[in-house]
C-alpha cells in the first residue's frame, strides 16, 4: 500500500526564521514520484516540485530547498528565510503508478 | 496558457439536487483527475481518466456520483441526488504522459448542500 505521512499538523514561525516540513512516504514500488504543492488560503493548490525516486540529489530554488532521503522514506521541504506569504497548507504527495497520494497536509503560519 | 478552469467556483444547492460540476483541463493533457477535499479526509481521488477513459473510478462514494468526459477537454462530475455530506471542495486536475509528471489543479469548487 502507497502512504505518505505529514506528521506536523500544524507549524507557527517568526517571519525570517527557517522551518522544514517533514514528509515520510511507503510504497513498494521500485519507481515512483514524489511531489509538494502549496495551498494558500485562496484554496488553489499549486505545484512546486517533483523528484523521482532514482534522483537523490537535494534540490534548491530560491528560499526553497527540498531533502530526498530514501534510506529514510523521507522528503523534507525546508523555507528559508520566511516570509508571511509562506503561510499555507503545503501537501506532500507520492505518485506509482497513477494515482497521486497525498499527505494530510501541514499547515504553515508565519507572523510578522 | 490557461490553467485547468473548473465552474462554477461555488455551489450552493439544496439537499436532494442534482449538482454538476464541471472541468476543461489543460489542452493537451491526457490524464484527467477529481479530487475531493474535505477537512475530515483531506484529498481523496474520486476517478481518473486516461485518454478520456475512466480507469480507476474506486474512490467515487456511491452511486450518486458519475464521472464523464465525452472528449478531451471536458469533463464533469454529477452528483444526484446531493446529500449534506457532500459538503466539499472538488478539485479537477490534469497531467500529461506518464506516471512521471507533476497534476495542475483548477481552482476548485466549493460545494454546499443545505
Known amino acids: 500500500a502507497q502512504k505518505v505521512t505529514q506528521a506536523q499538523t500544524e507549524i507557527s514561525v517568526v517571519e525570517k526564521e527557517d522551518v522544514t516540513l517533514d514528509c515520510v512516504y511507503e510504497?513498494?514500488?521500485?519507481?515512483?514520484?514524489l511531489f509538494w504543492y502549496k495551498q494558500p488560503p485562496s484554496g488553489e493548490l499549486v505545484f512546486l516540485i517533483r523528484r523521482n525516486s532514482f534522483d537523490e540529489q537535494n534540490e534548491i530554488s530560491g528560499r526553497y530547498s527540498w531533502n530526498f532521503q530514501k534510506s529514510t522514506s523521507s522528503f523534507n521541504f525546508t523555507i528559508t528565510a520566511s516570509q508571511v506569504v509562506d503561510s499555507a497548507v503545503y501537501f506532500c504527495?507520492?505518485?506509482?503508478?497513477?494515482?497521486?497520494?497525498f499527505g494530510t497536509g501541514t499547515r504553515l503560519k508565519v507572523l510578522a | 496558457d490557461a490553467g485547468v478552469i473548473q465552474s462554477p467556483r461555488h455551489e450552493v444547492t439544496e439537499m436532494g439536487q442534482e449538482v454538476t460540476l464541471r472541468c476543461k483541463p489543460i489542452?493537451?493533457?491526457?490524464?484527467l483527475f477529481w479530487y475531493r477535499q474535505t477537512m475530515m479526509r483531506g484529498l481523496e481521488l474520486l476517478i481518473y481518466?486516461?485518454?478520456?477513459?475512466?480507469?480507476?473510478d474506486s474512490g467515487m462514494p456511491e452511486d450518486r456520483f458519475s464521472a464523464k468526459m465525452p472528449n478531451a477537454s471536458f469533463s464533469t462530475l454529477k452528483i444526484q441526488p446531493s446529500e449534506p455530506r457532500d459538503s466539499a471542495v472538488y478539485f479537477c486536475a490534469s497531467s500529461f504522459g506518464g506516471t512521471n509528471t507533476e497534476a495542475f489543479f483548477g481552482q476548485g469548487t466549493r460545494l454546499t448542500v443545505v
Open positions: 489542452s493537451g493533457h491526457n490524464s
Open positions: 481518466f486516461n485518454n478520456n477513459v475512466p480507469i480507476d
Open positions: 510504497t513498494r514500488d521500485t519507481t515512483y514520484y
Open positions: 504527495a507520492l505518485r506509482g503508478t497513477y494515482k497521486y497520494i
